[in-house]
């Protein structure tokens, strides 16, 4: 079983930045896939980012120009380097790993972004 850490999240204004980190840690094979999905409040939780273990990113629409994410393959860790934040970007923020065949959730990180 892969454990995932979060870390990065906070209180920002807007049009601030802010850079999450996420740690893989465990019995660690392969991660294929790390990501990021975000649950605003009152809404599902939805996608925000993923990459590939070779570094090939997906973005949601919402966040496409804004946000990028990283891997660092040799730390088992995922980042994402959010600009320009809106209050839209408010949510907790939690992170994905696919290894052996299974999903891993880390237990989320506060973004909070004020007007």
């Known amino acids: 079983q892969v454990q995932l850490q979060e870390s990065g999240g906070g209180l920002v204004q807007s049009g601030g930045s802010l850079r999450l980190s996420c740690a893989a840690s465990?019995?660690?094979?392969?991660?294929?896939?790390m990501g990021w999905y975000r649950r605003a409040p009152g809404q599902q939780r939805e996608l925000v980012a993923t990459i590939t273990a070779n570094g090939s990113p997906n973005y949601a629409d919402s966040v496409k120009g804004r946000f990028t994410i990283s891997r660092d393959n040799s730390k088992n860790t995922v980042y994402l380097q959010m600009n320009s934040l809106s209050p839209d970007d408010t949510a907790v923020y939690y992170c994905?790993?696919?290894?052996?065949?299974?999903?891993?959730w880390g237990q989320g990180t506060q973004v909070t972004v004020s007007s």
């Open positions: 994905y790993a696919y290894e052996s065949w299974k999903g891993s």
């Open positions: 465990g019995y660690i094979v392969s991660i294929s896939l």
